[in-house]
């Protein structure tokens, strides 16, 4: 069994942020309802191309929906109608966790909000995922991945040193608030156990991409010094970048001292390592400029293969520089099973990449593809009207 399997997770979210935190909790067991506009659901739905086609439909959802919404139900509801807030107050007082991201504000006038809710359910945890929480200054604006990676300062911190700012290449900032979001409901949980009293879990975009500046904010804290672009050089370790080969790059990640002397010697110029300008993590850094040249010097009449092998050999951190074709080739990424195939309603496949999750050798995924919209529309509607589970299974109370 796994271990959230008792809890009831109602979405009231879209896009990433709060999508990514409801399938995180559905692979730990959570039983998760997704409520979904009617016309069109989730954003991302539409999301694409590429498309992957619906079940016993002509429609389709983007695979940007399919990322992040795995082991959910769906039903399509309307907050604007009677009929629509009535069922979604129901579900809220049977649930134990409500995630939504809706403007600061925005839910109070269909009785949605956290102290609407918290009066009808005390023990429900309730979190709430802005780009920029719920109090301060910029709380009432709307928040996007993009515009928080700029004003969180990653973009600052990432690109060529001559290049422009550059954004990471997933939503950086989205997927950190899902997962910052299911550690706070994961606490809240743990604190309700032992006292019966819910929360309100407030969850910001630009909050969590200051968070997990880590070294680089505690560089500048520290020092005064605002860091600036380094390309793919680290700006505490040296040598731990990308180095040519003949036939391509490679990242050689040389840790600690020890690393680097066996890393000059394989290469063939031990006596770098016993320089004074070099002997220490610290006069490295400082000496980078010098460094780093004489060792590319050295990388570059090797192959990728034979020099990835020889720093493998001698117990030296060094990787290769994959697509995402290579990615999911990588003998030991197929060896842990990260990508899976969930079985849909008809039988048909759904590609999907597990949580990393293990717990007792298990891995925590949910068993089920991410649903068409209002999917189980038809089964958490008769729930309701007959005083069910609605997050039950539907065999279980036919």
Same mark, same amino acid.
């Given at each position: &069994?796994?271990? $959230?399997?008792?809890?009831?997770? $109602?979405?009231?979210?879209?896009?990433?942020?709060?999508?990514?935190?409801?399938?995180?909790?559905?692979? #730990?067991?959570?039983?998760?309802?997704?409520?979904?506009?009617?016309?069109?659901?989730?954003?991302?739905?539409?999301?694409?191309?590429?498309?992957?086609?619906?079940?016993?439909?002509?429609?389709? !959802?983007?695979?940007?929906?399919?990322?992040?919404?795995?082991?959910?139900?769906?039903?399509?509801?309307?907050?604007?109608?009677?009929?629509?807030?009535?069922?979604?107050?129901?579900?809220?007082?049977?649930?134990?966790?409500?995630?939504?991201?809706?403007?600061?504000? +925005?839910?109070?006038?269909?009785?949605?909000?956290?102290?609407?809710?918290?009066?009808?359910?005390?023990?429900?945890?309730?979190?709430?995922?802005?780009?920029?929480?719920?109090? %301060?200054?910029?709380?009432?604006?709307?928040?996007?991945?993009?515009?928080?990676?700029? &004003?969180?300062?990653? /973009?600052?911190?990432? %690109?060529?040193?001559?290049?422009?700012?550059?954004?990471?290449?997933?939503?950086?900032?989205?997927?950190?608030?899902?997962?910052?979001?299911?550690?706070?409901? $994961?606490?809240? #949980?743990?604190?309700?156990?032992?006292?019966?009293?819910?929360?309100?879990?407030?969850?910001?975009?630009?909050?969590?991409?200051?968070?997990?500046?880590?070294?680089?904010?505690?560089?500048?804290?520290?020092?005064?010094?605002?860091?600036?672009? &380094?390309?793919?050089?680290?700006?505490?370790?040296?040598?731990?970048?990308?180095?040519?080969? +003949?036939?391509?790059?490679?990242?050689?990640?040389?840790?600690?001292?020890?690393?680097?002397?066996?890393?000059?010697?394989?290469?063939?110029?031990?006596?770098?390592?016993?320089?004074?300008?070099?002997?220490?993590?610290?006069?490295?850094?400082?000496?980078?400029?010098?460094?780093?040249?004489?060792?590319?010097? /050295?990388?570059?009449?090797?192959?990728?293969?034979?020099?990835?092998?020889?720093?493998?050999?001698?117990?030296?951190?060094?990787?290769?520089?994959?697509?995402?074709?290579?990615?999911?080739?990588?003998?030991?990424?197929?060896?842990?099973? &990260?990508?899976?195939?969930?079985?849909?309603?008809?039988?048909?496949?759904?590609?999907?990449?597990?949580?990393?999750?293990?717990?007792?050798?298990?891995?925590?995924?949910? !068993?089920?593809?991410?649903?068409?919209?209002?999917?189980?529309?038809?089964?958490?509607?008769?729930?309701?009207?007959? %005083?069910?589970?609605?997050?039950?299974?539907?065999?279980?109370?036919?």
């Amino acid at each position: &069994m796994k271990p $959230l399997s008792h809890i009831r997770v $109602l979405e009231l979210a879209r896009i990433l942020a709060g999508p990514w935190a409801g399938q995180l909790l559905a692979d #730990l067991g959570a039983h998760v309802i997704k409520v979904e506009r009617p016309d069109g659901g989730d954003d991302t739905r539409s999301w694409g191309p590429p498309f992957v086609a619906d079940v016993g439909s002509e429609t389709r !959802s983007a695979a940007y929906f399919h990322a992040t919404n795995r082991g959910k139900k769906s039903i399509a509801l309307d907050f604007d109608t009677p009929d629509g807030r009535a069922a979604v107050v129901k579900l809220a007082q049977q649930a134990d966790v409500i995630i939504e991201n809706f403007k600061v504000g +925005s839910l109070t006038k269909y009785g949605l909000d956290y102290a609407s809710i918290q009066a009808i359910n005390p023990g429900i945890v309730y979190c709430s995922i802005t780009g920029f929480g719920q109090t %301060g200054p910029y709380a009432a604006r709307a928040g996007y991945d993009f515009i928080v990676q700029g &004003m969180g300062g990653i /973009m600052d911190l990432t %690109g060529m040193p001559d290049g422009e700012p550059q954004k990471i290449g997933v939503a950086f900032a989205d997927i950190f608030t899902g997962v910052y979001a299911t550690s706070g409901i $994961l606490a809240a #949980l743990i604190r309700r156990g032992s006292n019966g009293v819910g929360a309100h879990v407030d969850l910001a975009l630009l909050d969590t991409q200051v968070s997990v500046l880590a070294n680089q904010a505690m560089n500048y804290l520290v020092s005064g010094d605002a860091p600036t672009r &380094m390309g793919n050089a680290h700006p505490n370790i040296v040598p731990y970048q990308l180095f040519p080969t +003949s036939d391509g790059q490679i990242i050689v990640a040389s840790g600690n001292d020890a690393q680097f002397v066996r890393l000059c010697r394989l290469l063939g110029v031990p006596h770098i390592a016993a320089e004074d300008r070099f002997s220490t993590n610290a006069s490295r850094v400082q000496n980078r400029e010098i460094l780093v040249p004489l060792l590319a010097s /050295m990388t570059s009449q090797r192959t990728a293969r034979d020099l990835l092998s020889a720093l493998e050999a001698a117990g030296i951190p060094a990787g290769p520089v994959n697509n995402l074709k290579e990615v999911f080739r990588d003998p030991h990424v197929v060896a842990r099973e &990260m990508r899976i195939d969930l079985t849909r309603l008809d039988g048909s496949t759904v590609p999907s990449v597990r949580s990393p999750i293990i717990l007792d050798g298990e891995a925590c995924v949910a !068993s089920d593809p991410s649903p068409c919209l209002g999917q189980d529309d038809h089964d958490i509607r008769r729930a309701l009207a007959k %005083g069910l589970d609605p997050w039950a299974t539907a065999n279980e109370f036919q």
